[in-house]
């Protein structure tokens, strides 16, 4: 059960859950990184605030530990474990097993247990998607740049990357995974929401206290807090950089989907950055924002995702699931 109270006039769906930030655009891995790797902590009223940069991210950790040694134990944990995750997945790492995958020229690569779960769950999107979530779609950057400009891919720019494109195509036993050569895996759509997740475990082994894991606006929380207390929780509208409404958060974990800082906008029509990756081309009339609630982020993100590349249907689908979410 998700209980969370909308303590702002201006938000109609009281069932709506929380989002504290704006889903951001980092673009990019650049040479900054290494040295934006450091935590920090301090107090505010009733609980410790640790903040630390990864996965292109703002991260919080909310804590409602007394002891100042424990809460930067808990935050150091789980930068660690973020940095951990970020380094293993990242496209943008020369080093990890996703560069290796996306390097093999169609030879078939050794994974461990952890990497298999995650194609595990991508293949799982893919077929509840009907093909819309592709975890082999990310070449499509190399036509889009949505930089807010008016400059669109050429059809026969998206007809050359589309051959590249195909989650069926890709081979995979036990241990291992083949992808054609040419192609390429991108797991950004999955891995924040797992790192929160995994977070969230190691926080529950750190402490029996409240919990909050922030990376980005992906969120979720180790247990409810003493009192009957919440965590207040800012949600910024799309294009905005003031807090829309504030919710009171108990429980559970939500996720967010959107094109806040990421489109083109061509003769009036905007074009949005999530991509069907079966023509090539924007999602047409999908909502700038959606965040969904869920008793995991892995869940609440595989469900924000799909609702948004429902397009125009996205609301219809996320009644049909019957899960707490707010759409902007």
Request: net charge negative; aromatic share 10%; hydrophobic share 40%.
């Amino acid at each position: 059960m998700y209980y969370v109270c909308c303590a702002a006039g201006a938000i109609k769906n009281k069932d709506a859950f929380p989002l504290r930030l704006r889903a951001s655009a980092v673009n990019g891995f650049n040479l900054l990184n290494a040295f934006m790797r450091k935590t920090e902590l301090k107090k505010e009223n009733d609980f410790w605030k640790g903040s630390f940069m990864a996965m292109a991210s703002p991260c919080d950790v909310l804590m409602e530990v007394e002891d100042e040694s424990l809460a930067q134990e808990i935050v150091n944990a789980i930068a660690n474990e973020a940095w951990r995750i970020e380094d293993k997945f990242s496209r943008y790492k020369k080093d990890n097993i996703t560069f290796q995958i996306n390097h093999s020229d169609g030879e078939a690569v050794a994974i461990d247990e952890e990497t298999s779960r995650l194609l595990d769950f991508a293949n799982e999107l893919f077929e509840i998607s009907e093909g819309l979530f592709d975890v082999t779609s990310g070449v499509l950057r190399q036509v889009w740049t949505f930089d807010g400009s008016d400059h669109l891919p050429e059809k026969k720019q998206l007809k050359k990357v589309l051959k590249k494109i195909g989650w069926q195509k890709v081979k995979r036993e036990t241990g291992s995974i083949a992808l054609p050569e040419g192609m390429e895996i991108d797991l950004g759509g999955i891995g924040k929401e797992y790192a929160v997740d995994r977070c969230v475990q190691i926080a529950r082994q750190k402490s029996k206290e409240s919990v909050l894991v922030n990376f980005g606006g992906d969120l979720a929380v180790t247990t409810a807090r003493n009192d009957n207390k919440f965590w207040s929780v800012g949600r910024l509208i799309t294009g905005s950089d003031q807090a829309y409404g504030l919710f009171q958060l108990y429980r559970g974990a939500i996720a967010t989907s959107g094109d806040a800082h990421r489109y083109l906008l061509k003769d009036g029509i905007r074009y949005s950055h999530i991509l069907n990756p079966i023509t090539g081309w924007s999602i047409a009339d999908a909502p700038h924002t959606v965040s969904v609630a869920a008793a995991t982020c892995v869940e609440a993100g595989m469900m924000s995702t799909l609702a948004m590349l429902q397009g125009s249907r996205a609301e219809e689908f996320l009644k049909l699931q019957e899960v707490d979410y707010w759409v902007d």
